[in-house]
């Protein structure tokens, strides 16, 4: 078992960057693969980033790609999505998760509770 925590979330103009974390407590998320979802008001919630155990491979969603990037410590059990050239469209309630390295909200197990990212024009 294991507990996610987000934070960073945050207001920000249009063009500024945030830095979201993702802290893991009790058993380590180290062999498990972190992904990043995001999901609006009243909209589906949807893949942003996903990274797998070792932080070799990563994946992103092709509005972020080349926005984005994702990281990972294991050594301190925290995952990192570093946002830049944000946009009001990537406005949305943040999580992060621990499962299998896919970008579908069901091969995760284990979920954060949510940071809010707002963009403003």
């Known amino acids: 078992q294991v507990q996610l925590v987000e934070s960073g979330g945050g207001l920000v103009q249009a063009g500024g960057s945030l830095r979201l974390s993702c802290v893991a407590s009790g058993r380590t998320f180290s062999s498990y693969a972190i992904g990043w979802f995001r999901q609006a008001p009243g909209k589906e919630r949807k893949f942003v980033a996903a990274i797998n155990w070792s932080g070799e491979r990563t994946n992103f969603e092709d509005s972020v790609k080349g926005r984005f990037t994702i990281s990972r410590d294991n050594a301190k059990n925290k995952g990192y999505l570093q946002m830049n050239s944000l946009k009001p469209e990537d406005t949305a309630l943040y999580f992060c998760?621990?499962?299998?390295?896919?970008?579908?909200?069901?091969?995760?197990?284990?979920w954060g509770q949510g940071t809010q990212v707002t963009v403003s024009s």
């Open positions: 998760a621990a499962g299998r390295y896919s970008e579908e909200t069901d091969d995760y197990g284990y």
